[in-house]
């Protein structure tokens, strides 16, 4: 049995020990219930070292990562080329003095200008996908002189208040109403609902190209064309939250491009900090900016945001995913693996509604959310990480790192198919008793 750094300091325990432990102090200082959930769903290990596509726990048990940190990993745990560009950096400045100019900030938002689509230029750098989000909401409201924001139902921006007041789940908002006003949530991918919310008071929609945590639900073809057209023709921005899509997540750099969108405001993190550092971004077209930090250059501010650790991991991350063309393999392996899906959904009609996905964003709709739930905890009982989407538990994503190899897919696919028996087993024995 391998025992690794952190077992050292801790010699005289076995892993089970350990295990016990960290279980116990969750319970009493981070999450009780959270534990305790991770118990049921057969997630109660704990991890110790990552790399590429492999997590691995304390006892040296090895998973194939599927649910990639919500897409955080898109460059795999621990790229080489983003671990050398940090740790050279942790040896110069970590943190910016946020007195002097930085060097790898300048470069990073020169590089994320020349990548993004349509006129976007400016970037403020962040920590988070819903920092970035707050960063859209406040420069569309001051850019517009408008305070409505039209977002839509299943849709996931985040947790902080603004974001929260977008995301288009009640169970997470109820308890901490009154949100912000003026917000509406409109039926997702219903063009009618969204022109018939929008007015002349409206700032800004906000959307996801393919709605993550809401399902991994695709937008029809022409959708986004036509919000587009919708926010143009009554002078609203368009923010594109590219969160959780952005940096070849779905077969293009941007899942907008899918649709030859321009967005007016776009936004990033996750996959932005090369799965090495926290990282989010917010970026817009000229005019926007002009309006928003030309008055004020301090109206929006971040201290930690656009660190020199966060943007040379950010700069590495861009430059790996254009050398290493991960986005034609995020394109490739991702029909690859959803074709195979489609097949096993053939096989278990019973169990299965559908798969569906862009790239290597696929989700997989169970009749049944507490039949996903097996179906997981068998997955990771047999060595492969995936999770049910946030807004839409029937739904199980797979959203592996981007240079997951077809070898890995064919071990996942093996994986989920023996879920799908076991699930079929214990239901048929439910029916028995
Ligand atoms: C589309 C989208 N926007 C925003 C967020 C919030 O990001 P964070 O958890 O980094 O705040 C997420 C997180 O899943 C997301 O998927």
């Known amino acids: 049995m391998e025992y690794h750094h952190f077992m050292q300091s801790a010699k005289h325990l076995t892993s089970d020990q350990i295990t016990q432990d960290v279980i116990d102090k969750y319970s009493r200082y981070v999450n009780p219930t959270q534990v305790a959930l991770l118990k049921i769903g057969g997630f109660d290990h704990v991890e110790s070292q990552a790399s590429g596509c492999i997590v691995t726990d304390i006892e040296g048990n090895n998973y194939i990562d599927c649910l990639g940190g919500y897409g955080v990993f898109s460059l795999g745990h621990r790229h080489p080329a ?5 740790k050279r950096q942790l040896d110069l400045m970590p943190l910016a003095s946020k007195t002097f100019l930085n060097k790898p900030l300048a470069d990073l938002a020169e590089k994320l200008a020349e990548i993004a689509p349509g006129d976007l230029q ?13 960063a859209a909401l406040k420069i569309a409201r001051m850019a517009t002189g408008r305070t409505d924001v039209v977002a839509t139902i299943g849709a ?3 947790k902080t208040m603004g974001a929260l007041t977008a995301t288009g789940r009640e169970q997470y908002k109820i308890p901490f109403k009154p949100l912000i006003p003026g917000f509406v949530n409109v039926p997702w ?19 996801e190209p393919v709605q993550g945590e809401g399902g991994i639900r695709l ?49 990033l993190a996750k996959a932005l900090g090369g799965g090495v550092v926290p990282a989010g971004a917010c970026m817009a077209t000229p005019d926007i900016w002009d309006k928003v930090f030309r008055v004020n250059p301090f109206i929006h501010t971040s201290t930690f945001g656009g660190s020199e650790l966060a943007c040379v991991a950010g700069l590495a991350a861009i430059e790996v995913t254009l050398s290493d063309g991960l986005v034609e393999k995020s394109a490739a392996n991702g029909k ?10 053939q096989q278990y009609p019973a169990l299965l509604v559908e798969a569906r996905g862009l790239g290597l964003m696929i989700g997989v709709e169970f009749a049944s959310d507490d039949v996903a739930k097996l179906a997981i905890g068998s997955m990771v009982h047999n060595g492969v990480i995936a999770a049910y989407t946030l807004n839409n538990p029937n739904v199980i994503r797979f959203e592996p790192p981007l240079v997951i ?14 879920s799908l028996e076991y699930a079929t087993a214990i239901l048929r024995s439910l029916e028995e008793e």
């Open 82 to 86: 983003v671990i050398e560009a940090v």
């Open 122 to 134: 400016y970037t403020f750098m962040c920590n988070s996908g819903t920092e970035a989000v707050e």
């Open 405 to 418: 190899t077809q070898e890995q897919i064919d071990t996942v696919l093996q994986t989920f198919t023996a």
């Open 336 to 345: 690859y693996f959803l074709e195979k899906l489609q097949s096993v959904c």
């Open 189 to 207: 991918n219903d063009i009618d609902a969204a022109a018939s919310a929008i007015s002349p008071k409206t700032a800004a929609v906000i959307v």
């Open 219 to 267: 937008p029809h073809p022409d959708y986004l064309p036509a919000l587009r057209e919708l926010c143009t023709q009554h002078g609203a921005l368009l923010i594109v939250d590219e969160v959780q899509t952005g940096l070849g997540r779905t077969g293009k750099m941007f899942g907008v491009e899918h649709w030859n969108v321009a967005p007016d405001i776009m936004t």
């Open 156 to 158: 996931f921006h985040g």
